[in-house]
């Protein structure tokens, strides 16, 4: 397995910066939060050509752009076909990057209150996606993500049958299927299967109300409920079962790091870091 940071976790510092501190974290790779300051489908020319000079500089690999166009099964045909060329740039950017593997949205709502027609339109508009990526030898990244038609594995294999490419897969997610209530261990790698793309790493917490740092609301099954971003470990999302099962079905792709927890960013991410090495540790 390679480790990755989320440039997201670092959106107070440039991206220059934040593939130094990545460097310095001691991982393999950082993945871009594609919004700036660090990227976007309207970066210039010149900073994709620094950003790819200053990787290899440091011995990082770029292996996912994360994008946050999408949101295509309740957007207009107008925007729709602004997001697909929003992508479409994205692309050529990860080629010349050397990533693997770009995120898109296929939006909402909520899996519980999703309906057929929902699905339709993110399918047909993510084929689109996914012939274009399909160009690159690039996949096309899925985030099992509360508040989505993909909050749970279930939801997930439901919109993946309605595709019809096999660049086509998931980003599993700890901290976002806790939200959901949704199972996030053994099984849930097994089902995914071949569906299984990346793997993205953080820990939550419920708490009564939101207002203090690091917390947000979110609507789940139950209404609105209230979270803390944690620290792995100081959060209720159990992460042991899910690297278990990576080690048993052989996974040998990217895990991305991505606290939001309210600490600085590099000692979040740092703690976070020895966390998850201790857990791949344990027989």
Known sequence: MKFAAFSGVFMAHSIQEAM???KKLGMDGI???????HLSSTTSTPRIQEIKALAADLGLEIPVLAGYMGGFSTASDRECEQAFSDFNRLLEIGGELGSSMIRVSPGGPNAFMAYDYHYAKAA???NKCAEMAQKLQIKLLLEIHNESLVETVDSSLRLLKLTQHDNI???HDVGNMYITETDYGRDSIVNLDKHLFHVHVKDEIRVKEAGAP???LNLTHRGQEAFLQSRLGEGEADHQPMFDA????????WITLECHAPFPAYERLNHDFQAVQKML???
Do not use: D
């Open 20 to 22: 130094k501190l990545t």
């Open 31 to 37: 993945e871009i939060a594609a919004r700036e300051p």
């Open 124 to 126: 047909h508009w993510l």
């Open 169 to 171: 897969g998931m980003i």
């Open 214 to 216: 690091g917390t947000f």
């Open 246 to 253: 990576l080690k048993e079905v052989g996974y040998k792709g």
């Open 281 to 283: 540790s344990k027989e």
